[in-house]
Nanobody, 121 residues
Framework: QVQLVESGRGLVQAGGSLRLSCVAS????????MGWYRRAPGEQRASVAV???????TYAESVKGRFTISRDNAKNTVYLQMNSLKPEDTAVYYC???????????????WGQGTQVTVSS
């Protein structure tokens, strides 16, 4: 049994900052890639940032220069530091992790429950 739990939801003003955290727990054998995705009202879920186990990060063009993804492998935790927030960043943010569960040989995608981020103008 594995789960991802996000924290850091909030309502912030445009130009403000917010930090999201996501902790993976359970019978984890290994964590490969971790990332953040978001779904705005009326839109499809889209990738925001992904980071490999080695620390290589990629970002959606819309957040480059404003968001920073990082991870603490010892704590199975991924973070998303969001600066210079814009109203268009308003969305439900989902944590994602590619993991291998103890007792299995394959890797699978796991998702958090989502956390609401609202940016007011």
């Amino acid at each position: 049994q594995v789960q991802l739990v996000e924290s850091g939801r909030g309502l912030v003003q445009a130009g403000g900052s917010l930090r999201l955290s996501c902790v993976a727990s359970g019978r984890i054998f290994s964590v490969i890639n971790m990332g953040w995705y978001r779904r705005a009202p009326g839109e499809q879920r889209a990738s925001v940032a992904v980071i490999t186990s080695g620390g290589t990060a990629t970002y959606a063009e819309s957040v480059k220069g404003r968001f920073t993804i990082s991870r603490d492998n010892a704590k199975n935790t991924v973070y998303l530091q969001m600066n210079s927030l814009k109203p268009e960043d308003t969305a439900v943010y989902y944590c994602n992790a590619l993991m291998r569960v103890v007792g299995t040989t394959r890797t699978s995608d796991y998702w958090g429950q989502g956390t609401q981020v609202t940016v007011s103008s």
